[in-house]
């Protein structure tokens, strides 16, 4: 396997007192674009910024490009595209001028590609940046991340604040970015956002990493909403005790539950019985999210016990 | 890639020039405005200090005010001139890390391929550069002055005035900078260093009233002005002295700021 591009093993941070990692793993191979998703307070914003050399780790290991951030430095960080959670963008300076001025901390690199990318996602560069409305904010901060093509994108909520417009034409704008072979990781409170784009996904709570899997491992595992109905009242036992089944009930004649896996012994089982209507759906990825995130592990018959469990980025 | 030349430095002179031009307008004017009194206060100042109480007029640094050195001193370098410089150049100070870490606006900066040694030293410079031209306006002022209201004081002796007010004001700039670099909140990197700024100006005037030497020692305003450089010229000692303020506090904050957290 090709060396990892982010490696991050038992990250601890604390702020004082307060526990924002809590031995926190993730591995991030080349070319990837792996989605970082958790609650509010998960401790995604922390990650990245231990990332950048913002912050500096309490314990555990890491690793950019094998290098820790702050040996890396300035050399390491060249060849990283940022985007902060909370861009903070004030002063009279326009957003042209700005984005000029971040060009030149990097000696240049990008300044020339400001123009196209200010016009692809219809950014005023004439605009005081402070009079600038969130998004226009959020596009500022998505131009300077990417314009000087780094070979790892680090963005942290990337599309909150755009449009659906011009969230969907940056999530283009970053299968173009991995399509040039450079890394990605984007946060988000959200799968909806980087279900489309990402190899992989970390979910994590409360500053460790609960699950790792790839997009299409998480929508097998997300399993089904099944509902049978039936002419006279089954015997639960018979259905409930069935491999894959979860979360069975019974109302009246009704049953109803989770699938996850082969339907096979579920639907023989039912068959013994008059079947008068069935329906069955696959849940959606949020619906498995909303488990991860009130139980705090990973779910589903084959979870994967959180972390290392790697499976190869393009498995779709 | 590394950082094109100065770029945090020419953003700092960038962010703050307009505001700085207009202190250094208000600084002129009321430099001007103040020597303009000399002509007619001259003679009635001489009169009016005679019955004052020898130790009042020692700790108001009035017992030279009825020459025209004395009047400059008294009212430019000993006071207004630091009092609104140190109030521009600490808060100053206090914003260029501190004040802009804590409302986000250096993230994009720290993150950028530039070391943060680097970052620190132009931002320090930028702050110097900025508190440098005030100072430079404010010499202007006194030299414009000068012949315009027969002060008859030597320009080159203004220059080395000027000198020690650079320096002073520099150094309570750096201490609220590095400060702020090391980790102090804006408010009490500027706290703190305004603390120390108005604590040497009262050491100055309890010496000279009381006569208690070592507070005038310890106090940056008795080493920038009891030499009287306005009638004496450079002294080398004093000046030294000054400059140890930003000589010792700039590489202890550097230091400080390249191993903490940033953005906490
Ligand atoms: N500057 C700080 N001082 C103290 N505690 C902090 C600080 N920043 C974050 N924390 C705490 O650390 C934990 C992790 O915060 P972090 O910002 O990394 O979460 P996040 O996953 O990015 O959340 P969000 O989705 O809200 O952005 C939280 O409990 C938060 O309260
Ligand atoms: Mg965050």
Redesign the pocket.
């Known amino acids: 396997m090709k060396a990892a591009v982010i490696d991050v093993r038992g990250l601890v941070k604390d702020y004082g007192r307060t526990r924002a990692l809590a031995g926190l793993d993730l591995e991030v191979l080349p070319g990837e674009v792996y989605g970082f998703i958790g609650p509010n307070g998960a401790g995604?914003?922390t990650t990245i910024r231990v990332l950048m050399d913002l912050l500096r780790p309490d314990a555990g290991e890491v690793t950019v490009f094998g290098q820790a951030p702050q040996e890396g430095g300035p050399a390491l960080r060249s060849r990283i595209g940022y985007l902060p959670?909370e861009l903070a963008l004030t002063g009279r300076v326009t957003a042209g001028e700005h984005l000029h001025h971040l060009a030149s901390l990097r000696g240049g690199r990008g300044r020339q590609r400001i123009g196209q990318l200010a016009e692809r996602f219809r950014l005023d560069l004439g605009r005081p940046i402070r009079a600038l409305s969130r998004g226009n904010k959020q596009k500022v901060g998505v131009i300077q991340a990417v314009m000087h093509e780094p070979d790892l994108l680090v963005l942290?909520?990337p599309t909150s604040g755009l449009d659906p417009l011009l969230q969907h034409e940056f999530l283009e704008l970053v299968r173009e970015l991995r399509a040039r072979g450079a890394t990605v990781l984007m946060?988000s409170h959200v799968l909806r956002e980087v279900e489309s784009v990402a190899d992989r996904v970390a979910v994590i709570r409360e500053g460790r990493t609960v699950d790792v899997d790839s997009v299409d491992g998480l929508r097998r595992r997300a399993g089904q909403r099944v509902m049978l109905r039936f002419a006279e009242v089954p015997e639960l036992s018979s259905l409930a005790a069935l491999p894959g089944v979860e979360r069975p009930r019974l109302e009246g004649t009704t049953f109803e539950c989770q699938l996850h896996g082969e339907p096979d012994a579920l639907l023989k089982a039912a068959a013994r019985h008059r079947v008068i209507g069935w329906v069955a759906r696959d849940r959606d990825l949020e619906e498995l999210f909303m488990d991860v995130y009130r139980l705090g592990q990973a779910t589903g018959i084959d979870a994967a016990p959180g972390t290392g469990a790697v499976e190869a980025p393009d498995a779709r | 890639m590394r950082a094109e030349g100065l770029t945090s430095l020419r953003r700092v002179w960038r962010d703050h020039r307009r505001a700085m031009w207009i202190w250094a307008a208000a600084l002129a004017v009321v430099t001007v405005f103040y020597l303009a009194f000399w002509p007619m206060m001259g003679e009635e100042m001489a009169a009016a200090i005679e019955g004052m109480p020898e130790g009042l007029m020692a700790a108001m640094g009035y017992d030279r005010i009825g020459t025209a050195a004395g009047y400059l001193e008294a009212v430019i370098y000993g006071l207004l001139g630091p009092v609104m410089l140190l109030v521009y150049g600490i808060g100053l100070g206090g914003r260029l890390i501190a004040g802009q870490e804590e409302d986000g606006t250096l993230e994009l900066e720290f993150a950028a391929p530039v070391s943060r040694l680097r970052i620190y030293l132009e931002r320090l410079l930028g702050s110097w550069l900025l508190v440098a031209t005030l100072v430079v306006a404010t010499t202007v002022a006194v030299l414009v002055s000068g012949p315009l209201f027969d002060l008859g004081v030597e320009p080159l002796n203004v220059l080395a005035a000027s000198l020690g007010l650079l320096l002073l004001v520099v150094g309570f700039t750096t201490l609220a900078f590095a400060l702020g670099a090391a980790g102090a909140r804006r408010s009490a990197a500027v706290g703190a260093a305004a603390g120390v700024a108005v604590l040497a100006y009262v050491f100055r005037g309890v010496a000279n009233a009381a006569g208690v030497e070592v507070l005038g020692a310890l106090s940056p305003f008795a080493w920038m002005l009891d030499p009287e450089p306005l009638v004496h010229g450079f002294e080398p000692q004093s000046l030294a002295l000054l400059a140890a303020i930003s000589v010792i506090a700039a590489p202890l904050g550097a230091w400080a700021f390249a191993r903490r957290d940033l953005m906490t």
Do not use: M, R, V
């Open positions: 995604k914003s959670g942290d909520e946060s």
